[in-house]
């Protein structure tokens, strides 16, 4: 198969976009206004794009909530969603009104953080405490500004469960970290294996 995106004649059921990017980590982004409401959403579109600094992202179809209050308050909270909260998760993406917490929506709670004012998931196993240092709507070819609000973090605080530890480092057995996939579809992990990186110029020790 083939087709071009500007006319996206795949003739499938639904488009394959996002089941082709996939698996992807799961944003679960909790925020407090400067009227002290919260809110707590999942987002597909996040990633860590940066180790020095630590820099999140998430991307937000529009000013939804979470994306128009960590603008506001320069502040978010990424939390680690897991297989064993994945009801919730999904349940914090119910459209509830603005003023309406979805932690109570999904019978979560709120823990604080120590140097941002929104507040975490406490049953979430590990959470980062982010400072917006950007925010920008994306641009097409044609260099038309997508509707897409994209907000990025620097992480300057973490929360980790060390139930999650083995031999020091995070165990994905244990956080059963959750990921989306495409349509209404999701995975966890559960089977990982490692490779060492090549040393050799031609890669021949791998």
Request: glycine residues 6%.
């Amino acid at each position: 198969m083939f087709w071009t995106t500007d006319e996206n004649r795949h003739g499938l059921p639904h488009d394959p976009f996002k089941a082709i990017v996939a698996p992807r980590p799961i944003g679960w982004i909790s925020t407090r206004t400067a009227e002290g409401e919260t809110n707590l959403a999942p987002y597909s579109f996040f990633s860590a794009i940066s180790d020095r600094p630590k820099l999140v992202m998430f991307a937000s179809s529009g000013f939804k909530d979470a994306a128009t209050a960590a603008i506001a308050s320069g502040e978010f909270v990424a939390n680690l969603a897991t297989a064993p909260l994945a009801r919730a998760v999904v349940k914090t993406s119910a459209p509830a009104p603005r003023g309406v917490s979805e932690f109570d929506l999904a019978g979560l709670t709120e823990a604080p953080c120590q140097l941002v004012k929104a507040p975490r998931v406490a049953e979430a196993p590990a959470a980062l405490e982010c400072r917006v240092t950007q925010w920008f709507h994306p641009e097409a070819i044609d260099g038309s500004r997508s509707e897409t609000v994209v907000v990025i973090g620097q992480v300057v605080a973490i929360h980790l469960d060390e139930a999650v530890l083995r031999d020091g480092m995070i165990a994905s057995d244990l956080a059963r970290p959750l990921s989306r996939l495409g349509y209404l579809d999701y995975a966890e992990t559960r089977e990982t294996f490692a490779m060492p990186r090549p040393k050799r110029p031609d890669a021949t020790d791998i």
